[in-house]
Every structure is written in C-alpha cells, then in structure tokens.
C-alpha cells in the first residue's frame, strides 16, 4: 500500500527496556521525521533526516536513536525506555518544499 | 527560537457556522502548513500554504508571509470538523517544522 505507515501501533514496554518504533514510507521522499506529542508540549521533534545515512537532533534527541539506512526506513530506537517517553510517536516524510504526511502514530506506554 | 502562537485556543460551534483561525508567528517563516488532527488522533495534512490563499471545499487559507500569521477559513461547519487544527512553519534550513499548540474545534450538531 502506498504512504506511510507505523508500527506497532500500540506498545507497553518496561522501564529500562530496548524498544524501536518502526516507519516506512513508499514515496522516496528525502525528508523524514520522528515527532512526539504530549499534553501541554504538542509536537516536538524529535529526530529528521534528510537523505538515507544522513540525520540530525531535534528538539528533544536524549535518550533515542535513529538510523537511515536505507530511504523508505527510518526507525526509531528508545536506547533504555523510561517514563517520561511514554507518548505517541509520530513518524512523517516530505520534500523540499512540500507538505508533511504523517503516520498514523504508535501510542507508547513505559511502565 | 521561533514562537508559533495559535488563537483561538478553544472554540466551539454549532453545526453550519463558519470560523477563522489565526496563527501567528515571532519571525520570518516558510513552508507554512496547516493540520487536522482527528478525534482518532490521525495528523492530516490541510494545506501547504507559505503565501497566498488556497481552497479546498469548505476550508480555505490565506498566508501573509511578511506579516508574519496565516489564517485557516472554515465555513458551514460539519461535526466531522472538530479535532484540533495545528499550523506549523518551517524553523530553519532544513525542512523541519515547529508547530503551534493547536486549536481544539468543537462542532455541535
């Protein structure tokens, strides 16, 4: 199917855990970014790349990683899951210039 | 850095009445967008709007780029409508937007 799709879309994981958040697009499109979005902050981002092996800190990077190793991929890594990354997450694509497509979210709960 | 401010915050309409919403911005901005977030929690993409006025349908936006805010038109509102209506613009040299905190649309049959 085309766009952009998530997953999982839900998840509980246990502090201290490893857990990556998966996000592929079938665009091509150059840019894509991890946003997370919590009551009384909105949206922040979090991680973006912009080509395949290239990526860059957002707002908010501590405590995730990213890879782009190839251009339809770009998961999202919580290194060692805490509670304050309970959120959902959401993954987008673009290109220069031209509207953001969002995902449609993966809700994290770290107990 | 660039400050996004989204007015109102909250508002409620009975169904068939129009609205505007403003969002402002404390700098030069591009790639200005508008958002629709769903009760269901799903982010679409409204417009991309970094100057002029575009349609579609019911909705519509104007963008003033040198005076710095955007407006997002809805006319005969439908109960559909209600979520929250993010704008974002872009920060700097890279693509990457920064959003405002969002108006919560209510519509009431």
């Known amino acids: 199917d085309a766009g952009i799709t998530q997953s999982p879309r839900y998840k509980i994981t246990e502090t201290g855990r490893q857990v990556t958040l998966m996000c592929h697009q079938t665009?091509?499109?150059?840019?894509m970014f991890w946003y997370r979005q919590d009551l009384g902050h909105g949206l922040r981002l979090i991680y973006y790349s912009a080509a395949a092996d290239i990526t860059d800190k957002g707002e908010v990077p501590d405590g995730y990683v990213v890879s782009r190793s190839k251009t339809e991929n770009f998961p999202l890594t919580l290194e060692s899951a805490t509670r304050s990354q309970t959120s959902v997450y959401f993954c987008?694509?673009?290109?220069?210039?031209?509207?953001?497509?969002f995902g449609s979210g993966t809700r994290l709960t770290v107990v | 850095g660039i400050q996004v401010e989204q007015s109102p915050p909250d508002l409620i309409l009975q169904e068939g009445a129009n609205s505007t919403l403003r969002c402002n911005f404390s700098?030069?901005?591009?790639?200005l967008q508008w958002f629709h977030q769903n009760p269901w929690g799903q982010l679409i993409n409204l417009f991309y709007?970094?100057?002029g006025t575009k349609q579609n349908g019911r909705l519509s936006a104007t963008t003033v780029a040198t005076e710095r805010y955007s407006l997002l038109y809805i006319s005969s509102s439908q109960t559909t409508d209600s979520g929250v209506y993010f704008c974002a613009g872009r920060l700097r040299a890279g693509n990457m937007l920064t959003f405002g905190g969002g108006t919560r649309l209510m519509v009431k049959p």
């Open positions: 709007i970094p100057s």
């Open positions: 987008a694509s673009s290109e220069v210039n031209y509207g953001y497509t």
């Open positions: 700098d030069s901005v591009n790639n």
């Open positions: 665009w091509s499109h150059s840019y």
